[in-house]
């Protein structure tokens, strides 16, 4: 199992440390919490010690560790996390003062560093801090900046621990990227769109967005720059991904026509409506006035549209079929000219819409096929996302 170091400094927003571990944790990842002294004056480290299953480290002569330690562990992790960061350990790092064990260990650590700073907003600002943060960032350590908002010391400003869900994404993209996304531009299209009929009134669909949100977090946890275009749903955006948020499919279609000339890849995971109300009221439709042959016409195809457009960008489709999957799905790939194409069964109730599994099969224009059986959507994303970047390293 990955390993995460999780150092833990005195901000008072150290409380937070604890959702952190349990978030790594969810995703499969051991945590091993070093706090600096005077963290101990806010939280006693048998907290974490019961949370992560493993000794929380204060100090570099603590019983109970192999010798030399701080050495043997940095072997032992994929990534050193600090957070909270506090003035203090920032500017230790930045000059190499190795006085305790989190600051001698930093010094020994061969995988990436990854800093959430935590602390009052002048203090943040103050020119010294700034300073070491450069500094720290020229010698290649990442960071989560910091947000605005309520702080310990009753202002509001800069200075606020980022969400531990923010922290977390971040980690998981340092230890999961891989070259094959770096500098590549991913758009996702996800949920269902809506064609008004009024101001109240809409034809739509099924769609959760579950299955594009997924695939929107794996590929910006593999590295890539992500656009998330969504229809209305319920779901937060993964953190770190840019959100374009739509209601209807010529708000769709304009979205992604704004990105696609800077994009590597397009996966249209959206239920785009196919019709739209051929007349649409500006005030509410009194059902007295309601015409009895309301008309529908087709909304335009973007991913066709995609297709005809296309100057190298990978294309990616989803044919939600509920009958004749490999025939139907295989035509709408000839016809949007697709790299892949993934079909679903949506005449089924455990998954597609708005379930938290999927069952896919993989069409390519060259005949190959792939079945990927029933497992939970976050699993499908990376099951794609590993033929996508099969795709694009294949394209250099
Ligand atoms: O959102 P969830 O609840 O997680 O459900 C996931 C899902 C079932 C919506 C998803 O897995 C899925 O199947 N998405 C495609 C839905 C769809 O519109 O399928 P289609 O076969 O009608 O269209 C084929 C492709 O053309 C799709 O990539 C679609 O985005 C695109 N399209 C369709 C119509 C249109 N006007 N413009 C398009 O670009």
Known sequence: MDKIALGVTSSISLYKAADIIRLLQKEGLAVRVIMTEKATNFINPRLFTSLTGERTIVNLFDEG???????????????????????????????GIADDFLSTFYLAV???????????????????????????????VEFVEPESGYLACGQTGSGRLASPEKIVQTSLRLIRRQPVFKDKLIVVTAGPTREALDPVRFLSNRSSGKMGYELAREAYQRGAEVVLI??????????????????????????????????????MTAAVSDFKFSQTGSEKIEKETLPPDLK???????????????????????????????????QKMKKK??????????????????CDENEVYLFWPDGRERFIQKTAKRKVSQEILTEIGAMLNARK
């Open 65 to 95: 560790q192999r010798p030399v330690e701080h050495i043997a562990m940095a072997d032992d992790i994929c990534l050193l996390l600090i957070a909270p960061a506090t003035a203090n350990i920032m500017a230790k790092l930045a000059t």
């Open 110 to 140: 061969k995988s990436p560093v990854l800093i959430a700073p935590a602390m009052n907003q002048a203090m943040f600002l103050h020119p010294q801090t700034q300073a070491n943060i450069k500094k720290l960032k020229d010698a290649g």
């Open 230 to 267: 969504s229809g209305p749903v319920e779901l937060e955006p993964p953190a770190g991904v840019k959100i374009e948020k739509v209601i209807s499919s010529e708000e769709m279609r304009q979205a992604v026509l704004r990105y696609y000339d800077r994009a590597n890849a397009v996966i």
């Open 296 to 330: 529908l016409e087709r909304t335009p195809d973007i991913l066709e549209e995609l297709g005809r457009l296309k100057t190298g960008q990978l294309l990616v489709g989803f044919a939600a079929e509920t009958a004749q999957m490999k025939a139907r799905a295989g």
């Open 337 to 354: 000219k697709l790299d892949l194409m993934v079909a679903n069964d949506v005449s089924r109730q455990d998954i597609g819409f708005g």
